[in-house]
């Protein structure tokens, strides 16, 4: 069994729908164009406009985090330092660019161990931690989530301490500590529901369905992914919806609830194409594909795998576009490096000769 799980991957991230993330976007904007802010308000701004888009443009997010940091750089601002590399690393982040990501993260960390304010630390190491874990490194992200889990503690951040004890849940039950993950997720809702945080505990509620999916307790997981599908419509974050509705597809289906897991299945392929996520679809096909082959509808259950498999390789393709993309930029970048060094050495080769020059036809006037 393999159901998605839900990661925390920055507790004051408040997911929300497209259209309002583009209505904050304006307005931010907006605000940098008119108000002729002070350079704090800038930097200020430009981190809040990073923060917004980072799951659905994570491109203009690393851009506008990267106009944040040079101007810190121009204007000081030194306690904005560890937010602005900890938003840089988590856009590499949702780009996929883990390797990159970590050494940022760890300047974040650095950057903000030396801040009175620990909530930017918090977060660098959180994020850190889940670079680690999309990294397979599972004892690294332990560690740093169990870090993160030690300052929330001392700070007196039950929030974040709570964020950080559902991600140590998760690397529990992928370690196969399905108890002790379960008794994680349970510990953090009880703080995240007495403080009113609706969305952490809906995310929790997705990650202990998918754990009591695994002891194949399935009337317990259906009860936790309805919970969870409640709250995300309520909050329309349409994202995590449709990977509730996966998980409902495939917990249906292990209990031979055909129609059911039908009727999710198309749910979350229907979202899934309207937000462009080809990965949730493809998974989905792939559960699809199989509730039709128990329904005896062959047919459409080879036409799914079909899609499912042309779905597959087309996300493959378009990694290895990307990567080449990546090295053509990289080697571009060093080219032009190399140039300017090479330029830089002929002028000083010239200025070399110049002075001799001028040195001969100095000593030529003097004799």
């Keep these: 069994m393999k159901l998605h799980f839900y990661l925390a991957l920055v507790l004051l991230m408040r997911l929300s729908s497209i259209a309002q993330s583009s209505a904050i976007l304006d307005s931010l904007s907006s605000e940098l164009k008119t108000e002729n802010p002070s350079s704090l308000d800038y930097v200020s701004i430009l981190l809040a406009m990073s923060d917004e888009p980072r799951q659905t443009d994570p491109d203009s997010s690393l851009e506008t985090a990267i106009l944040g940091l040079k101007a810190i750089d121009k204007y000081g601002h030194e306690d904005l330092r560890a937010p602005a590399l900890h938003r ?51 004892e690294k992200a332990a560690e740093f989530f169990e870090k993160c889990y030690e300052v929330a503690l001392e ?13 140590m849940g998760l690397v529990k039950g992928i370690q196969g500590d399905v108890d002790s993950e379960i008794d994680a997720y349970l510990k953090a809702r009880v703080v995240m529901e007495r403080l009113g945080f609706d969305e952490g505990v809906a995310n929790i509620d997705m990650n202990l369905g998918t754990a009591y999916v695994s002891q194949q307790k399935f009337e317990q997981g259906l009860e936790a992914f309805e919970k969870a ?36 299945a198309r749910l979350s392929i229907e979202i899934a194409e309207a937000l462009s996520l080809s990965n949730e679809k493809k998974y989905t096909l792939e559960i699809l594909s199989k509730i039709h082959e128990s329904k005896g509808d062959y047919k459409m259950a080879l036409a799914t795998i079909k899609e499912f498999q042309l779905l597959k390789d087309s996300i493959f393709q378009d990694e290895k576009l990307k990567q080449i993309e990546e090295l053509k930029v990289e080697y571009e970048t060093q080219q032009k490096e190399d140039d300017i060094a090479l330029l830089n050495a002929s002028n000083a080769l010239k200025d070399a000769r110049l002075q001799q020059q001028q040195i001969v036809l100095i000593l030529l006037i003097v004799g």
């Design 155 to 167: 700070e007196g951040n039950e929030l974040e301490a709570a964020n950080a004890l559902q991600n």
């Design 229 to 264: 599908r409640v709250v995300f419509e309520e909050l329309e974050h349409d994202a995590a919806l449709c990977v509730i509705h996966t998980n409902l597809a495939e917990t249906h289906l292990y209990k031979g609830d055909l129609n059911n897991a039908l009727k999710n």
């Design 88 to 138: 840089i690393a988590t856009a590499h982040n949702f780009l996929g660019n883990f390797d990159t990501s970590v050494v940022i993260s760890f300047q974040a960390i650095e950057a903000g161990e030396k801040l009175e304010d620990k909530a930017p630390l918090m977060k660098a190491l959180n994020g850190q931690a889940i670079n680690f874990y999309y990294l397979n490194d599972l």
